[in-house]
Nanobody, 111 residues
Framework: QVQLVESGGGLVQAGGSLRLSCAASGRTSSVADMGWYRQAPGKEREFVAAVRWFGGTSYADSVKGRFTISRDNAKNTLYLQMNSLKPEDTAIYFC?????WGQGTQVTGSS
């Protein structure tokens, strides 16, 4: 079992920044892919960004150039730096580790 705890969400004005963190504990491994997903009200959960165990990254087109995903394997922590936030980025952001999910953290971008 793996436990994931996200933090760092909040309310931010359009154009602002937030940094999300996801702390993993339990049966973790540095050789595992991790990612961020989000779910806006009334919409399905969607992919945001992922980082492979060796450091390779991928992003949804909607966040490319604004968001940066990173990981610290020594701390078992995943990060998402979000810059130039838009109101449409408003969602609950979830951390994913293999097939495990965190409880989510709310991000609200105000116009």
């Amino acid at each position: 079992q793996v436990q994931l705890v996200e933090s760092g969400g909040g309310l931010v004005q359009a154009g602002g920044s937030l940094r999300l963190s996801c702390a993993a504990s339990g049966r973790t491994s540095s050789v595992a892919d991790m990612g961020w997903y989000r779910q806006a009200p009334g919409k399905e959960r969607e992919f945001v960004a992922a980082v492979r165990w060796f450091g390779g990254t991928s992003y949804a087109d909607s966040v490319k150039g604004r968001f940066t995903i990173s990981r610290d394997n020594a701390k078992n922590t995943l990060y998402l730096q979000m810059n130039s936030l838009k109101p449409e980025d408003t969602a609950i952001y979830f951390c994913k580790y293999v097939n495990f999910w965190g409880q989510g953290t709310q991000v609200t971008g105000s116009s």
